[in-house]
């Protein structure tokens, strides 16, 4: 499709249970970008993707979150034992491969995260 | 590490005027800049990308320009209208490639007033 898409649109957990979220990256773009936005307008870096690899991971907390691309699916982010910290809305972006030097990114609606 | 900075958390603009944005970075040399449009509940939305070898791009009202003496980017819209009112984000990315994560700024609320 033309726009990413991001599934749930709002999701909400009890502190300690597991949240996974979905995003189906624009047809035809080679990377994925997952990032967390806190307190309106604070937007950390967590993981990009080419194709189904990781390429930058330095901004995931590794010990509970975790990130998979995989072929014919949509791309993933799962955060185990949620903590009160987690509550944020999170992105998903995608955008081109590097054949066309474009490297703006186009991000998906967001899924909201509350942890209770 | 890298750090992005937008000066104004606000920006009151009356309707036909020009509004300037500032964008500032610190340790390091960004390969290229973007710049971003968000809306209440909404994803940002491209707008315009400068790489650190351009001086200035424009996009219909649009203009960005990049001083990297200064560290500076500034990002204009004029005639501005109150369809502009948006937060504006600044991004930057290290290196060249195209899978680098952004830094973002904190974002500058700008307001078109009629």
């Known amino acids: 499709g033309e726009e ?17 979220l979905y995003c189906a990256p624009i047809k035809g773009h080679s990377y994925v970008f997952w990032y967390q936005q806190v307190l309106k307008n604070e937007f950390k870096f967590l993981i990009s993707f080419q194709n189904e690899n ?26 185990q034992a949620t903590k009160l910290e987690d509550s944020a809305v999170y992105f998903c972006a995608s955008s081109h ?4 030097g474009n490297y703006e990114q186009y991000f998906g609606p967001g899924t909201r995260l509350t942890v209770t | 590490s890298q750090k992005i900075e937008q ?17 500032n970075y610190t340790n390091y040399s960004p390969a290229y800049l973007q710049w971003y449009r968000q809306d ?8 315009l990308l400068i790489r650190e070898n351009e001086k200035e791009k424009r996009k219909e009202r649009l203009k960005v320009t990049f001083d990297t003496t200064l560290k500076q980017s500034l990002f204009h819209i004029t005639a501005s209208q109150p369809a502009d009112s948006a937060t504006y984000l600044c991004a930057s990315v290290y290196s060249g490639g195209g899978a680098d994560g952004l830094t973002f700024g904190k974002g500058t609320h700008l307001i078109i007033q009629p």
């Open chain 1, 4 to 20: 990413v898409a991001q599934t749930p649109k709002h999701l909400v957990r009890g502190e300690g249970q597991k949240a996974k």
């Open chain 1, 54 to 79: 990781v390429f930058d991971e330095t901004g995931m907390p590794k010990e509970r979150f975790s990130a998979k691309c995989l072929p014919n699916s949509p791309c993933s982010l799962e955060i």
């Open chain 1, 97 to 100: 491969g590097p054949r066309t």
């Open chain 2, 7 to 23: 000066n104004s958390e606000a920006l009151n603009i009356q309707e036909g005027k020009t509004a300037t944005l500032t964008c």
């Open chain 2, 40 to 47: 209440p509940g909404r994803g940002p939305v491209f707008l």
